[in-house]
């Protein structure tokens, strides 16, 4: 079936510092990219949509400049949290749409101490 | 506009004993519907899913749901609850085309006990 993989599924990092996440689809190509956020106790909700050859879309409330999303390829997206504080951290995961139903990558748990 | 609404926020069963997640849903078009588990610090797997053919749903480890038009519900139920079902449960609609926004509910969090 349809796999994304997402690295890293943990990281620390200082405050002030950036965190690239990536997500690949293995076995399909995927033209978009859903992004997530999930704090503590709470559900999921989106934060922008990647499309391979175009800019990313941001939901509203989600800063552009500190969530860089980059589609490089068919098979590659990536979440770069900027200038990371620690209200940034959360559990962060990436969806893409295969035919058939939505696959999710295995999420990245940040921490930003 | 669609939105998801799961009744419980907890659900607690005995191992053995029948397990209902109940999910009410709202869209304006004809919805995709589908039911994911998030054991602690994983990612998110998918149960099963309703997109319009058969109303039951069979999913995997037991579960299925049942579409309801007429009450707007997709509840997930599983006849006997194993130690190994214990996680969150997130109901999540799609409306329009399937490559639509993914709207989740807020989650069950469903314990089994011995």
């Known amino acids: 079936g349809a796999v994304v993989s997402q690295h890293p599924s943990r990281v620390i990092c200082k405050s002030g510092t950036s965190v690239k996440i990536e997500c690949r689809s293995l076995d399909f190509q995927a033209t978009t990219m859903f992004w997530y956020r999930q704090f503590p106790k709470q559900s999921l909700m989106l934060m922008a949509t990647?499309?391979?050859?175009?800019?990313?879309?941001?939901e509203q409330g989600v800063e552009k400049d500190k969530f860089l999303i980059n589609h490089a390829s068919l098979t590659l997206s990536t979440l770069t949290v900027t200038s990371a504080h620690p209200e940034d951290s959360s559990f962060y995961i990436c969806?893409?749409?295969?035919?058939?139903?939505?696959?999710f990558g295995s999420g990245t748990r940040l921490t930003v101490v | 506009a669609q939105s998801v609404t799961q009744l419980d926020s907890h659900v607690s069963v005995s191992e053995g004993t029948p397990v209902l997640l109940r999910c009410n849903y709202s869209s304006s078009y004809s919805p995709s519907l589908f039911w994911y588990v998030q054991h602690p610090n994983k990612g998110l797997q998918l149960l099963l899913k309703?997109?319009?053919?058969?109303?039951l749903v069979k999913g995997i480890n037991g579960f299925e749901a049942e579409f309801k038009k007429s009450e707007t519900s997709f509840h997930l139920t599983k006849p006997s609850a194993h130690m190994s079902d214990a996680a969150e449960y997130f109901c999540v609609v799609i409306g329009g085309t399937s490559y639509g926004k993914l709207t989740f509910g807020q989650g069950t969090i469903l314990t089994v006990h011995p």
């Open positions: 990647s499309n391979e050859g175009s800019k990313a879309t941001y």
């Open positions: 309703y997109t319009s053919a058969a109303t």
């Open positions: 969806s893409a749409p295969p035919v058939g139903g939505y696959t």
